[in-house]
């Protein structure tokens, strides 16, 4: 069976595991709880590309913003108040420079999923995350002359992080199609192609 998450209205929105007007809590929580549960699991390593995808994928690009700067305090909340990060200037300055990647990423996915044709969600889907992971990381990237940690730019690293980035998009897609067919909210067929 394809996957298929488009409605039958057409428009550019990829995912619509909700009614429109739920989309922005559902994907805030969803999201939220996944980093709550990436940031546990990974610490530094939280697929912040993979959120930046399904957030451009339900959201117009503000909300998509908001949401990911949710997801972001989430994990800056943990690694500060559960996981310990020393709290020195080039910690924080990675955090801020960690969030400003995820906005970038989480920018760069809307305007890419914007320019794609709306056939053949997956494919697209994939190619956004592709475009937003480079996006962050070369944005991180671009910090280690100033911050330090270009040592965490080998290709096995990013080669090991981006397929993280692709389980995990895999995983919220499939969580968001699940929610759909489960239709806790009894909108049957309102949102099926």
């Excluded at 429109?20 to 805030?28: K, Q, V």
């Excluded at 310990?84 to 305007?111: K, M, N, R």
């Excluded at 080998?154 to 993280?164: H, Q, S, W």
């Amino acid at each position: 069976m394809p996957l298929n998450t488009q409605p039958s209205h057409g428009d550019r929105f990829r995912l619509h595991p909700v009614a429109p007007r739920l989309a922005p809590m559902f994907c805030f929580a969803l999201l939220t709880a996944s980093c709550a549960l990436a940031s546990f699991a990974f610490a530094c390593a939280t697929p912040f590309a993979a959120f930046a995808v399904v957030a451009a994928a339900m959201l117009p690009v503000r909300p998509a913003l908001l949401v990911v700067t949710g997801a972001w305090l989430v994990n800056q909340t943990i690694g500060y108040g559960v996981l310990h990060y020393p709290i020195d200037g080039s910690t924080i300055a990675w955090g801020f420079v960690i969030g400003a990647a995820a906005l970038l990423a989480t920018a760069v996915g809307s305007a890419v999923l914007r320019t794609l044709p709306q056939g053949r969600t997956p494919l697209m889907l994939a190619i956004t995350l592709v475009a937003a992971y480079g996006t962050y990381e070369i944005a991180l990237l671009a910090a280690t002359p100033f911050l330090g940690g270009d040592g965490a730019f080998t290709a096995a690293i990013v080669t090991r992080l981006g397929l993280t980035c692709a389980v995990w998009l895999a995983g919220l897609v499939a969580a968001c199609e699940i929610f759909r067919l489960v239709d806790p909210f009894g909108r049957k067929g309102a949102m099926s192609a």
